[in-house]
Each structure stands twice: as structure tokens, then as C-alpha cells.
């Protein structure tokens, strides 16, 4: 964390989204994609944005995207709705490919900007931890030795968080082996998100 103050959130995103502590790393060059609100009361927190959320700037523009609002029960203008929900993955910036898909998310991120920016969220009340990266960081020694454990042991860590697989394609072949996490674990995600939207006026509501 860096030993600065930033008075108000919009400075310090503009600070974020101008930061280029890993551009030498990047192969398509820094642009920081992250949600943040100081209204919001849940919190996503991911790995790193994919190639197509870097191209459109957009946090989870993606098939995965799409699983994850099916997940929460919620369409895409609430959850692109910063006032409500905030996202803010482990890293920042698309971080590249690998043998086996794309890079783990740049440690930086976290390390000169994440403190910063919760201390500007002041009314999260839970916390969506979206695969082992958001896990490993947020849960600590409470972690258990896998993630299927950890998502597995989630009433160990609400209402303050609430540890999720990643819902990239690629992990199919999980959720086909645990179906406990669609039947036992999914309604109470929904339920719990959709008590947030009770709060929640339309503009119509409005006066």
C-alpha cells in the first residue's frame, strides 16, 4: 500500500486507472478495468480481466461474465451498476497468456491499490470472492488446502464473504463433479443478492 492519502475516490481512481507500475509486463499494455462506487454494498473481487474485458474496458465482458450474473440472479445493467456493485479484480490489467491459459494477475495491484481503495467502500457488507487468487488474498490462513474446500466451507466465512470457483468454461468439468455447489450453494447467493435490491429504489420511485 502506498503511504499516500487520496481524499476522494475519483482522484484516487484516477490515479489507479493512470498507473503503469507494470507495463513492461503487459503484452497489450496497461488499462486498468475495475468498478467502484462509494455507494456499492457488494464487492466482486475476480483474478484479472481477460483479453475482451481489456478491449472493452468493461469488468467481466465475457461468457464468464454472463455465467457469474446467472450466479447472482441479477441482469447485466444491475451489475454494471457502480452504485451497487463494485469489482475490483486482483490485478487490474489483462496480465497475458500461458500454457494454460491466461496469467495469474499481477501482485502490484494489490500491494498499491486495493487498501486504498476499501477504505473507500465503506458500506460493502459481502464480499464475493471469485476463484483462489480473491481467496488466497481475502481469506488468509482461514483458507482451506483447496478451493473446493474453501467454497466448500463457505458458511465458515459469512456474511462478510462468500468464496466462489471461478465460472470460466474451463472449470466444467468442476461443476459437474460438485453439484452440491448449484443446489446447496447458488440460492443462497441469489437470496442473499437479491435482499440488497429491497434497498434499492428505481428512478421512478423516486420524489
Known sequence: MRNVEYPTLGG????????????????????????????????????????????????????????????????????????????????????????????????????????????????????????LHAQRHFLGKRRKPSLTETVKAWREFAPEYLPLPHPSARNTSWFQRNPWFEHALLPVLRERIGSFSDHVKSPRSKK
Open 12 to 131: 484516487l481512481l484516477t490515479e489507479v486507472r493512470h498507473c503503469r507500475a507494470c507495463a513492461p509486463h503487459l503484452p497489450l499494455g496497461p488499462r486498468p478495468v475495475l468498478q467502484v462506487g462509494g455507494a456499492a454494498r457488494i464487492l466482486i473481487v475476480g483474478q484479472a480481466p481477460g483479453a475482451r474485458a481489456h478491449a472493452s474496458g468493461i469488468p467481466w465482458d465475457d461468457p464468464s461474465g454472463e455465467r457469474l450474473r446467472t450466479w447472482m440472479g441479477i441482469d447485466a445493467a444491475r451489475f454494471y451498476d457502480a452504485s451497487q456493485i463494485a469489482i475490483i479484480p486482483m490485478g487490474y490489467c489483462y496480465p497475458g497468456r500461458g500454457k494454460g491459459g491466461d496469467l495469474p494477475p499481477r501482485r502490484e495491484c494489490a500491494s498499491l491499490w486495493l487498501d486504498h481503495l476499501l477504505t473507500k467502500l465503506p458500506q460493502i457488507e459481502i464480499t464475493l470472492l471469485v476463484g
